[in-house]
């Protein structure tokens, strides 16, 4: 069977990752390599509040992970995701090739000064962006119709 | 009864296609393409071609699958 480059997306439950990040990643590696996977990337795409809420759930962690897969097990690695309840989501992807800025964001978080924020609560309100303040009316010019000369201009 | 003015429709072309291809990562870009209760918007007035229609219409589905948008609202 010929080596095909997949693409996934999981979101993980904040509480996992609050635990140990290293740890949250596991959960995402270890399935794949136990079906014969080989990861290429694997790092942390962002935490953000999520559209709707997931058993109970407002915010999430997702993982992204490029990996080649040789082996037919496929509906194995979706199946163990599903029935972990520490994966919210999964989307498993087939690309053609992974992005060049994959590597270089993969090889940042390897680094050993790189530190995983810890997740916010769950409740957490997100600050909405200033609303610019108008235009004062005071400061409006408006031109006296009065003074205008209707005339000329025809 | 009054005629009621439809809105007009965007320039198609496939320049347009290239520049915006649909991506469900790209939760900015598709919520443009979102009514006020979170429908798809018909390819009248998202100004894509079909068959990038038929793209962003997937990649709306994956990122609501993934809870990056929503299904109503």
Not at chain 1, 103 to 115: G, M
Request: charged residues 30%.
């Amino acid at each position: 069977m010929k080596t095909k480059i997949y693409e996934s997306m999981v979101l993980l439950d904040n509480a996992l990752v609050r635990e140990d990040w290293k740890k949250a990643k596991a959960t995402v590696t270890d399935t794949l390599t136990k079906y014969g996977a080989s990861i290429v990337t694997c790092r942390r795409y962002d935490e953000k509040k999520l559209a709707y809420q997931i058993k109970g759930k407002n915010r999430g962690t997702f993982v992204m992970c490029y990996f080649t897969l040789e082996k037919d097990t496929m509906a194995e690695i979706r199946r163990e995701w599903e029935l972990n309840e520490k994966v919210l989501r999964s989307l498993i992807l087939r690309v053609e090739e992974v992005p060049a800025t994959e590597h270089e964001l993969a090889a940042a978080e390897n680094n050993a000064d790189f530190v995983v924020p810890a997740p916010p609560p769950d409740d957490m309100v997100e600050e909405e962006e200033p609303i610019i303040d108008p235009v004062p009316l005071d400061e409006i010019m408006v031109p006296d119709l009065n003074d205008v000369d209707l005339d000329s201009k025809a | 009864m009054a005629q009621q003015r439809r809105a007009p429709a965007p320039p198609i072309s496939g320049k347009y296609c290239e520049d915006h291809m649909p991506d469900y990562k790209d939760v900015e870009h598709l919520k443009k393409f979102l009514s006020a209760h979170g429908q798809i918007l018909s390819r009248k007035r998202s100004g894509y071609c079909t068959q990038c229609q038929k793209a962003l219409k997937l990649a709306i589905k994956r990122a609501r699958h993934m809870a990056l948008l929503p299904f109503v609202g």
